[in-house]
Structures are given as C-alpha cells and as structure tokens.
T-cell receptor
C-alpha cells in the first residue's frame, strides 16, 4: 500500500515555463487536495476535489489549474511559472466527510528561477 | 474555524513526556480538536483528534479541558524521531475541505 504518491520529488523551472505535478492515491478516497508550503510557513490549500469530476478553489488558487483525472489521480498544473510559486507542494487525500483526517504525500520541491 | 494559539517552540528530553499545549478559547460546541505533525520536510501526519473526552491512541494522548478552551497533546516517551512541528487545529467534523494549518509548535527532542 503506497498511500499518496507524488511525482516528481524535485523540479527546477524557468519563469514562464509550464509543468504538471502528478498525484495518485491507492486508498480509494473520494477527496483529494493540493497544498503549498513556503519556507517556515504553514500549509495553504490551493485546490481540492471532493469527488471525481469536481474541483474547487482553496485559499491560494491563482496561477494554478487542477484536473481530477479519475478517482485515483489529481494533478496540479502551473501554466506560466513565476518565482512566487517556488514552494513545496503536497498532495493529500481523505475519506468523504472526513476532510480533517488527511493522508499526505511526500511532497514536490519546486524552484522557479 | 476557531483560532488556535501554540508556543512556537519547545524542548523535551528523550524518554520524557512531551506536553504540547494549545489554546482555542473561541471553540464552538461542535468543533473537534485535531493534531498533526510534520517531521522535517515530509507531509503532515495525522496524530489524534477529540471533541470533549480525553483520547488515546498508539501515538499520543489528547487531554481537553472541561471548558474546552485548551488542550494538551502528550507524547508519553518522546524519542528523537518525535522531533517535528506539531499543529493543533479546531474544526467541525465532516465539514469538508478547507483544513487550515497555522504555525504550529516546533518540538525538539534532545538526547
């Protein structure tokens, strides 16, 4: 049981480049989330998906898009990366109605130069 | 969600109990207290949660005061691997998707 798997673990982009962060979970959870964590700060919710086919904005959605490809996978896309998006990105999942008991992936460290 | 206040950092000797406090004086009757921890740069890990009664699991114990305005997470025998940032969050159960992590307490377990 892998839990929540994120790829890649590290990425360096130039300003203006695009990329997609991948996330997959094998726990049959309905809800999935993307957070970002800036150095020395707490986590901030970017987008979430309460169920397959639905997505909603979190606290800091600007500059990002998401796709809930199927029940297992939830991807985060940066269309035109900016240095302000340098951060560690965490994907998480939870049972429906238990959005407080999250299971997190190991994170993607993204640097935008 | 009610606001929580935690000390920014604490030390604990290895093998001793670590008691991490959290103030949540504006907590409402249907809000639970949740604790997570984040070890180094890993993803946060759920520890425990409770409403009114004290709770215990294999990782920790949660003590909630009778007026529910504060709580304490207890790691009974802290090890070096318990060094982490601990987050206290209050939240209505089954409220969905906007779980917010504040600054937390950085616990340093020392040999």
């Amino acid at each position: 049981n892998a839990g929540v798997t994120q790829t890649p673990k590290f990425q360096v982009l130039k300003t203006g480049q695009s990329m997609t962060l991948q996330c997959a979970q094998d726990m049959n959870h309905n809800s999935m989330y993307w957070y970002r964590q800036d150095p020395g700060m707490g986590l901030r919710l970017i987008y979430y998906s309460a169920s397959e086919g639905t997505t909603d904005k979190g606290e800091v959605p600007n500059g990002y898009n998401v796709s809930r490809l199927n029940k297992r996978e939830f991807s985060l896309r940066l269309e035109s990366a900016a240095p302000s998006q340098t951060s560690v990105y965490f994907c998480a999942s939870s049972e429906t109605g238990e959005g407080e008991k999250l299971f997190f992936g190991s994170g993607t460290q993204l640097s935008v130069l | 969600d009610a606001k929580t206040t935690q000390p920014p950092s604490m030390d604990c000797a290895e093998g001793r109990a670590a008691n991490l406090p959290c103030n949540h004086s504006t907590i409402s009757g249907n809000e639970y207290v949740y604790w997570y921890r984040q070890i180094h740069s890993q993803g946060p890990q759920y520890i425990i949660h409770g409403l009114k009664n004290n709770e215990t699991n294999e990782m920790a114990s949660l003590i909630i005061t009778e007026d529910r305005k504060s709580s304490t997470l207890i790691l009974p025998h802290a090890t070096l691997r318990d060094t982490a940032v601990y987050y206290c969050i209050v939240r209505v159960d089954n409220a969905g998707n906007m779980l917010t992590f504040g600054g937390g307490t950085r616990l340093m377990v020392k040999p």
